[in-house]
């Protein structure tokens, strides 16, 4: 069954997904340095350049493809060079999302440079003479111990590409790793601290020009005339011109471009959704009740309420967001001789490339896309608009390379938000206290405006993620789907549907625990026994690995040692099992979040160092869906910048704790994603643990 990451990995060029296939480039006469035995790898005379075909945000992914490389290859780590890959006939799936980088890479580069390895060592016998179990590989150089001889792999890469590719060779085991597994510092780090690493805001083109773009502010509507005599009397302003349904300013420098951005006098066609509320359509979130697709059926609830001996119902109501990326949207492009050069930071390099050549009229392989470093992704940079924009100023003003800036008002106003959510809930409890019966009934809009509907026959499924994938053992499951439409621009959101599901599931569990006398954390670890591998919602889970990280929060927070505890835990995507403590302090009325105990099992860890700053990003991110939200009026986003849409600071920040349980998995799994869905009810239902009151609605400060 396919998920929602599934289609955002693999319907969107690839998302996430890398697909590496060992390339055949020997040819008969030894070819001049540099050897490239492979799309990623590349041997010269300084030695092992490993092409990195995902983006960083943030997240270390860079450094933790080039550790897999590094480890099969038998690279020397301080030497290892790494460079970004630009859209090509080789990287046709370069887009980063689903937090799939990593097993991807697990699954692909492992081969390939196993591949390299073996044909450097085959290499080093023919030209020594000697048997090729007789030599070694090790911090880049093939040894051959019994003589004391060692060739660099750059002095063997001419003698290694005239060979065969060789298939399946052997991949070390895990007790052979050196650098897997061990925490290492960002590869980028130092560039990245000292201002050395350029950002899609630090790119620069020669002769390029600003731009910033005035927009219909309701989703749908029109330009029908604007005024531009005040903006093009800033000094540096070049040009204001129509173009698509904007205004575009075109200057010399950013500051210009911004500042006339604010005096151009445009009149809208505000279109069909000039009306829309985001309360509003709240209330009818909550008032919805036909319609409904069922997406998992266990056993017969309506039996089981009706039998119980307390039932249950709430409503959890989760509201808009913005991604809100520290670096705006950008873009520069040149559009020139019947083709186009981008420079983006984006998440998916290879949808720009298919989505700017579609508008432009030309072929696909006519538009090449450089992804620079980017400042904050969360699903954002899935989408294509910002790209599309350049394209389309650069076309309009000559084929000038112009970057395009978003203002922090425009990030607000334009982007594609996390959609808001009820989520319906019913339970019954039998007279000793046992859970008997679970319903949950997701509400919400299903059409993301980035991506065309998923091509699957159940996309409920997916799209109940955190309610369809309910992990504890109860006889009698009903989770269903409700849609309703709105207007609201809406995209990828940091793990998608899975945290308002789970913010209903984990909290409504502790009223059940609640009503039930029970203590909430034993009450979860009861109800994950039974066969601990089983199927919820079309994904296989793991019951005795969610015990585990559950036992290690437990033990290590102290549980029921201190007031204002709350416990929360989540599987996600099958994949990656995650559970919080989370310990409130009480002020009067007001309450802080202390501090948050974290436990993760993720499968083999490639950094150590990468999964707790993973760990520790995911939960700020999370801390913010307590603090804010965005609300619509008039069919127009009233936040405008940090100020009216508030973000964790440093004095938010809890102290946090990362503690990894290790595993046999076969294979990594994902951690961009899996850290946000159980913090919110962690912290809610350590709230009411020092309050004694429930919340059922984010945000809980307007």
């Not at 102290?655 to 869905?677: A, K, L």
Request: net charge positive; glycine share 10%; with cysteine.
């Amino acid at each position: 069954m396919r998920t929602r990451r599934d289609f955002i990995r693999l319907t969107l060029a690839g998302g996430g997904a890398l697909v590496l296939g060992v390339a055949d480039v020997r040819s008969a006469a030894a070819p001049r340095a540099p050897w490239k035995p492979n799309a990623w790898i590349r041997v010269d005379g300084d030695g092992v350049v490993v092409i990195v075909g995902k983006q960083e945000m943030g997240q270390g992914v860079r450094t933790s493809l080039a550790m897999i490389v590094a480890e099969e290859l038998d690279l020397d780590w301080s030497k290892i060079r790494i460079e970004q890959a630009s859209t090509g006939s080789d990287y046709t799936k370069l887009n980063t999302g689903g937090s799939g980088s990593i097993y991807r890479g697990w699954q692909t580069l492992r081969p390939a440079a196993a591949a390299a390895r073996e044909m450097l060592l085959r290499a080093a016998a023919k030209e020594w003479k000697v048997a090729r179990t007789s030599l070694r590989t090790e911090n880049g150089t093939v040894v051959h111990a019994p003589s004391g001889r060692a060739r660099s792999y750059a002095s063997l890469a001419g003698a290694a590409a005239t060979l065969e590719i060789p298939k399946d060779v052997p991949l070390k085991s895990s007790g052979e790793f050196r650098i897997v597994g061990r925490r290492t510092k960002r590869i980028d780090g130092p560039a990245i601290v000292t201002g050395a690493a350029k950002y899609g805001l630090d790119t620069r083109v020669p002769g390029m020009r600003f731009a910033t773009l005035v927009r219909c502010p309701v989703a749908g509507g029109t330009l029908r005339s604007f005024d531009a005599a005040e903006a093009r009397k800033v000094r540096g302003v070049r040009d204001v011109i129509e173009v698509g349904n904007a205004v575009a300013i075109v200057a010399d420098s950013s500051w210009p471009a911004l500042q006339a951005q604010t005096l151009v006098r445009a009149e809208w066609n505000d279109g069909p959704n000039q009306a829309f509320d985001s309360d509003r359509y709240i209330d009818t979130l909550l008032a919805a009740a036909a319609g409904e697709h069922v997406t998992r059926r266990d056993g017969d609830v309506a039996a089981a309420i009706g039998a119980a001996a307390k039932t249950l119902d709430a409503q959890y109501v989760y509201p808009f967001y913005a991604h809100a990326p520290v670096e705006p949207m950008n873009a520069i492009a040149r559009v020139h001789g019947g083709a186009c050069e981008i420079w983006a930071p984006t998440q998916a390099p290879n949808r720009v490339q298919e989505v700017v050549a579609q508008r432009l009229g030309i072929a696909k392989e006519q538009v090449t896309v450089h992804p620079t470093l980017i400042g904050g992704g969360f699903g954002r940079r899935l989408a294509a608009d910002y790209a599309v924009e350049a394209a389309e100023v650069s076309k309009a003003i000559g084929g000038m390379p112009v970057q395009v800036l978003w203002s922090r008002g425009d990030d607000m106003q334009f982007g594609h938000l996390q959609h808001a959510t009820v989520e319906r809930m019913r339970a019954a409890v039998d007279a000793e206290g046992t859970l008997t019966a679970w319903s949950h009934a997701k509400v919400s809009n299903p059409i993301m405006t980035v991506f065309p509907p998923p091509a699957t026959d159940d996309p409920e499924t997916y799209l109940a993620s955190g309610a369809v994938d309910f992990p504890y053992a109860i006889p009698n499951v009903a989770v269903s789907y409700v849609h309703v439409p709105s207007p609201v621009r809406y995209g990828p959101w940091r793990s998608v549907e899975s945290p308002s599901g789970v913010f209903g599931r984990e909290c409504f569990l502790d009223e059940i625990a609640h009503i039930a006398g029970r203590d909430p954390l034993q009450m979860r670890l009861d109800l994950l026994g039974g066969p601990p591998k089983v199927k919820a919602g079309g994904r296989d889970i793991d019951r005795a690995r969610l015990r585990r990280v559950l036992e290690t929060v437990r033990d290590r927070a102290g549980w029921g040692k201190r007031g204002g505890q709350g416990v929360a835990c989540n599987i996600y995507d099958g994949d990656t099992y995650v559970a919080y403590v989370a310990e409130v302090s009480r002020r009067g009325e007001q309450w802080r979040v202390e501090r948050v105990v974290g436990a993760v099992d993720c499968g083999p860890v490639i950094n150590p160092t990468g999964v707790e700053q993973q760990m520790e990003g995911g939960i700020v991110w999370a801390l913010a869906q307590l603090m804010t939200e965005i609300t619509i009026r008039g069919g127009r986003v009233e936040q405008r910048s940090y100020a009216d849409y508030a973000v964790p600071r440093l004095r938010d920040t809890p102290r946090i704790e990362v503690h990894i349980v290790p595993t046999d998995g076969p294979q990594p799994c994902g951690m961009g994603e899996p850290p946000v869905p159980p913090l919110v009810p962690a912290v809610l239902n350590a709230v009411f643990a020092a309050t004694g009151t429930r919340i059922r609605r984010l945000p809980v400060r307007r």
